[in-house]
């Protein structure tokens, strides 16, 4: 079966870096789109960043843009997210989805077929 396993997660100070990494099994990886989301407590899931099928496509939200860089390794059916410059409100548990579109990318995290259990992000100020 499908599986997206999420790591990399941890405590960091504000200002610090992190790179997550999502393992993909079960599915043809490049034939799919990928996708980092997160959700901090109480607040609904938001789009972070999305990669397309061969990485040549990405899309950040507005909150991360200049600060995460989201990149891709078939060869491996690896997905990155580089986090620099960490802030307070980059805090929250964030997941890899997976949506096999024929172009593209999407922001939108009901168009994800498949996604990881998260992994804990935590910066502290």
């Known amino acids: 079966q499908v599986q997206l396993v999420e790591s990399g997660g941890a405590l960091v100070q504000t200002g610090g870096s992190l790179r997550l990494s999502c393992a993909a099994s079960g599915l043809t990886f490049s034939t799919y789109a990928m996708g980092w989301f997160r959700q901090a407590p109480g607040k609904e899931r938001d789009f972070v960043a999305a990669?397309?099928?061969?990485?040549?496509?990405?899309s950040y939200a507005d909150s991360v843009k200049g600060r995460f860089t989201i990149s891709r390794d078939n060869a491996k059916n690896m997905v990155y997210l580089q986090m620099n410059s960490l802030k307070a409100e980059d805090t929250a548990v964030y997941y890899c989805?997976?949506?096999?579109?024929?172009?593209?990318?999407?922001?939108?995290?009901?168009?994800?077929?498949?996604w990881g259990q998260g992994t804990q992000v935590t910066v502290s100020s």
């Open positions: 990669i397309s099928r061969r990485g040549s496509v990405t």
């Open positions: 989805a997976a949506d096999q579109r024929v172009s593209g990318i999407a922001r939108t995290g009901s168009t994800y077929e498949y």
